[in-house]
């Protein structure tokens, strides 16, 4: 059962303690109205000074994530819900093969025609569909906004694609058309044994979200210590996987909280 909490009461998240590492998705967890507070980057920053090590784990295009993993003060970044991996500030883009899902820098030229021909599909059903403008400097995925679409339409999308061989998840802002096998969660899975931390279960990792396309990082049996931010509870009942705990404030604020609450536990065990 997901529990709520205030401020800073740590009597009931005393397994935070090993947490050596944060993976968090950025919109509607980092940001609020659309924009990256500076209390957020000092928060990061306060992170690294404790010695945990960040991970930015986003929906967003390749492209765009490069630029943010190379000025935030992060340690690494999964691009695309998983299809791309940043393993550092200076590292070349990694894409992952649809076939047997490994990470490399060689990749297929022709890898999102088949995500492209879905989308032209989808628009003889649902005209309005409106593909994003960072959607040109995507490696692995295709993408399409979601604003005023209900979740039954969103629905029905995605029995559709994934009846077509192919996956489907959306988030506050995008829907993403991917290959089969490609989210966020595997994605840090592999990041995870880059860094030499534990996966099953990653009692080293708190995973932090808001939305749909995030729910693989809250798959108890793979990450046991995850939190959302209060604007995840209206998406419970399409989600998977739901986080264990979940910030009294939305969005950046929400973070904050966490991250404080985490800071709070490390400096107590000191």
């Keep these: ?13 005393a397994m935070w303690t090993g947490v050596q590492a944060i993976a968090v998705d950025i919109d509607g967890t980092l940001t609020s109205g659309g924009r990256i507070p500076s209390e957020v980057i000092a928060v990061l920053a306060a992170l690294r000074r404790g010695g945990l090590k960040v991970c930015l784990v986003t929906g967003r295009p390749s492209g765009w994530v490069q630029g943010l993993v190379t000025y935030l003060p992060v340690d690494a970044a999964i691009a695309e819900n998983g299809g791309v991996l940043f393993l550092g ?6 894409v992952r093969d649809p076939s047997s899902g490994d990470y490399s820098e060689k990749r ?6 088949p995500l492209a021909a879905m989308f032209s599909r989808l ?3 649902f005209p309005q569909l409106q593909i994003t403008g960072d959607n040109v400097y995507r490696l692995s995925d295709f993408t399409f906004h979601v604003s005023g679409l209900t979740e039954q339409a969103l ?9 077509e061989g192919l996956a489907f998840t959306w988030s506050t802002i995008h829907g993403h058309i991917m290959p089969r ?8 899975k ?8 534990a996966s099953h279960p990653a009692t080293t990792t708190l995973t932090v979200g808001d939305s749909p396309n995030d729910a693989t990082m809250f798959c108890a049996e793979d ?14 009942d399409v989600m998977s996987h739901f986080p264990k705990v979940v910030s009294t404030f939305r969005e950046s604020e929400g973070f904050i909280e966490i991250m404080q609450t985490l800071l709070k536990i490390k400096s107590d065990e000191q």
């Design 1 to 13: 059962m997901t529990e709520f909490y205030s401020g800073l009461n740590v009597s009931d998240l």
């Design 89 to 94: 500030p200076e590292a070349s883009p990694l």
């Design 108 to 113: 297929a030229d022709d890898l999102r025609i």
């Design 123 to 125: 628009v003889a059903d």
């Design 155 to 163: 629905g029905q999308m995605r029995q559709r694609i994934e009846a």
């Design 181 to 188: 096998g490609q989210e966020k969660g595997s994605a840090l």
């Design 190 to 197: 592999r990041l995870l044994e880059e860094w030499g931390f």
């Design 223 to 236: 990450f046991p210590l995850s939190a959302g931010v209060a604007n995840i509870v209206k998406y419970r």
